[in-house]
């Protein structure tokens, strides 16, 4: 109730919301003159037909044409005056006798055209055929016909009935209610009225055993009737009628039908945000759609690069290895070639001497091949360790000098070595060995890149580096191979130097290790004219070096390590013991054990020991034993296996002994280099 009663309010503000704000002007002077003019205009108000005008429950006037009829009053501005009738055979009679002016509601019919005008058709509805609950629903109208049909006196629907179905049971009775009691009763058999009339009937008079049946083919259109004779009232009423907005005869129907709660499917909101949320996940879907489409691709175009490097690397690998196979066979022939012809005693002195060189050249060949895919492995695998101590600049130039001038001559090639560089300065910190390598391999690549004239080396000081510069006069390096000679395996992507050998290793190791040390590379070079390349690395004098230590004179004392040689072999002890001392940025003192039981005694008196070379077939006790007895003294120790038979199983057995490491014989300076590297400065830390 308190529900209906807030609605009707909120209802009628805004009703006068809506008239106020269209509440303007629509009729002329001479129909507002006229209406002043006018006592009274009656209007008959026949209050027995819910929802269109009915007594409401605080007995006042109410019902859907009543409102519109309000917003009529409204919109000209003029009030007219209801009259109430209880009878409606007496309203039409009224009507029919002038009485009346305007009827708030009437069906129209051909008969009442006759005298009457009808505005306003809308609040339409069909009438419907209403029965006792318990009648079967899927009857049809005809299905009526021999039944008693209740009928209200007067209405149009009963002028209707008796005109369209002459045969039909029609029972009049004075109003609607009258004639739904009568079925309720069981005195009648059905009662035909508007829908919403009957519906509003059955919920409001609590007719609970009476229910619509079906919809019978005809309307109920209820309109304003204004009597034809009275001609401004009746262009009062169209102006006014036609003024009213479908919006506001949709406010009033509202209200009045469609009070009860509508499905929410049929609310306009639940299509606006459903409208809303479905083209949202639409748009979101197309938007994701794309997204992962452009993710599929950009992922799509990675993958394929990353196949196309991985080929591209697989390409150069095999190509780098169809190298190594060849770069190691071509000194191997020489080796095994040469080695065959001096066995044979018919050679003269210098023949031998000339083949004894060749093989020793190819052997060295051998090596730098071997320890070059060493080194590049260590740079690779980041093992690659710095070690730096002072080191004398010119005569580690000079040294290189001495070692290659014999390769020069050979192609009648001149090196010249000016070393501008002061002599107290020279002596510098940095990674010897690593700044010999570098410069080695740019010599050797002067050289042999070069078949006429010159390698120049010039060193300098500049600010707080030293740069070393080597011009050659040689082939040079075709524009296209520039981007890529630093790179590894670089031969095995260029055709250029098939005439020339090498694995394309050398450039890679020296650009690694100038980084390694600090310093950088460059180059110029033009094809046919020759190479400069430059290297810059850092000047740290040597009093910097925290870890150098100086004698009284002020000499570098090098730090030396003590190296057990356990070796039955004179020649074999001989050889390795050389090769140590010639190593380049390492002092060594050099212990020697002829057999496993003298290495154990020699480093169970000597705690000072580095490093065990140590061989393994030895008489009186084996390498094996003898390395697991000093394993078990001094596990930090580090014992280098070293041996002729290199087989899988004598690498295993070594190792299950506790070496750590493990070289094959004959011992050559490149291959133990990293060993020592690797275990000198692991005790180092
Ligand atoms: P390798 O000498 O084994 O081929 P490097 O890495 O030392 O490998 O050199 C890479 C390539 O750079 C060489 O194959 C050669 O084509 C070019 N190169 C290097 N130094 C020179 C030089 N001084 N003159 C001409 N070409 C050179």
């Avoid at 006014?240 to 009070?259: G, H, P, V």
């Avoid at 510069?469 to 250029?496: A, H, V, Y």
Wanted: glycine share 4%; proline share 3%; net charge neutral.
């Amino acid at each position: 109730m308190q529900y209906k009663i807030t609605h009707t309010f909120l209802f009628i503000c805004l009703i006068i919301g809506i008239s106020s704000c269209s509440n303007h002007d629509i009729l002329n002077e001479t129909e507002k003159d006229w209406l002043q003019k006018q006592g009274s205009i009656n209007v008959a108000v026949y209050p027995y037909y819910p929802p269109y005008q009915f007594i409401n429950k605080k007995d006042s006037i109410d019902g859907i044409l009543v409102d519109h009829f309000s917003l009529i009053e409204n919109k000209i501005n003029y009030t007219f005056q209801k009259k109430y009738y209880t009878s409606w055979t007496k309203l039409l009679e009224d009507v029919k006798t002038k009485k009346i002016d305007i009827v708030l509601e009437m069906q129209e019919t051909v008969e009442r055209q006759k005298f009457l005008n009808f505005y306003t058709k809308s609040f339409e509805t069909p009438f419907v055929l209403v029965a006792k609950k318990e009648v079967d629903t899927s009857l049809k109208f005809k299905d009526f016909q021999n039944k008693q049909i209740a009928s209200p006196t007067g209405y149009s629907i009963d002028d209707y009935l008796k005109k369209n179905y002459p045969n039909l049971n029609i029972k009049n009775y004075p109003d609607d209610i009258a004639c739904l009691l009568s079925v309720q009763s069981g005195e009648s058999d059905a009662y035909i009225g508007g829908k919403a009339l009957a519906n509003y009937l059955i919920k409001t008079e609590g007719l609970d055993g009476l229910k619509v049946i079906t919809e019978i083919n005809h309307n109920y259109i209820p309109s304003i009737a204004v009597h034809k004779e009275n001609k401004v009232l009746n262009d009062i009423i169209a102006k006014a009628t036609s003024n009213i907005t479908n919006k506001e005869k949709q406010a009033i129907l509202d209200n009045w039908l469609f009070s009860t709660v509508k499905p929410f499917y049929k609310k306009p909101k639940f299509w606006v945000i459903s409208s809303i949320i479905f083209f949202t996940a639409l748009a979101s879907i197309i938007l994701i759609h794309f997204y992962l489409k452009f993710i599929i691709k950009q992922k799509t175009r990675e993958l394929q690069i990353a196949k196309d490097k991985a080929e591209e690397s697989n390409r150069i690998k095999t190509n780098f290895i169809q190298n190594i196979s060849h770069e190691i066979r071509t000194p191997m022939n020489g080796i095994m070639g040469f080695s065959e012809l001096l066995k044979s005693d018919s050679l003269t002195p210098e023949e031998r001497k000339e083949y004894t060189e060749i093989i020793i050249d190819s052997g060295k060949d051998l090596i730098t091949s071997v320890d070059d895919i060493l080194e590049i492995s260590l740079l690779e695998t980041k093992q690659s360790k710095l070690r730096f101590t002072e080191t004398n600049l010119n005569e580690l130039l000079l040294k290189l000098v001495s070692e290659y001038i014999h390769k020069a001559k050979e192609k009648n090639l001149t090196i010249h070595l000016e070393n501008e560089i002061p002599e107290e300065k020279n002596i510098i910190i940095t990674d010897k060995s690593k700044l010999y390598k570098i410069l080695n391999n740019l010599i050797d690549n002067g050289i042999k890149f070069t078949n006429a004239g010159s390698i120049t080396i010039f060193s300098y000081l500049v600010e707080d580096s030293i740069e070393i510069s080597l011009k050659d006069t040689g082939i040079g390096i075709k524009q296209k191979d520039q981007d890529i000679i630093f790179k590894s395996f670089s031969q095995s992507e260029k055709e250029i130097s098939k005439n020339f050998g090498g694995l394309g290793l050398g450039l890679a190791i020296a650009k690694q290790y100038t980084d390694l040390i600090g310093g950088k590379i460059s180059f110029v070079s033009k094809e046919n004219e020759g190479s400069a390349f430059l290297l810059k690395i850092p000047y740290t004098p040597m009093q910097n070096n925290a870890e150098s230590s100086t004698n009284k004179e002020g000499n570098i004392i090098p730090e030396k390590h003590v190296v057990l040689i356990a070796e039955d072999g004179e020649i074999n002890f001989l050889f390795l013991k050389t090769v140590l001392t010639k190593m380049i940025d390492f002092e060594f003192v050099i212990y020697r054990a002829k057999n496993g039981k003298e290495a154990v005694e020699i480093c169970e008196d000597n705690d000072k020991i580095d490093l065990v070379l140590m061989d393994i077939k030895m008489p009186v006790m084996d390498g094996y034993d003898a390395t697991k007895r000093i394993k078990k003294m001094r596990p930090d120790l580090p014992v280098v296996a070293q041996t002729a038979y290199s087989t899988e199983e004598d690498i295993e057995r070594a190792l299950a002994a506790g070496c750590d490491d493990f070289v094959a014989k004959p011992v050559d300076r490149k291959i133990l280099r990293p060993i020592l590297d690797k275990y000198i400065s692991i005790f180092r830390n």
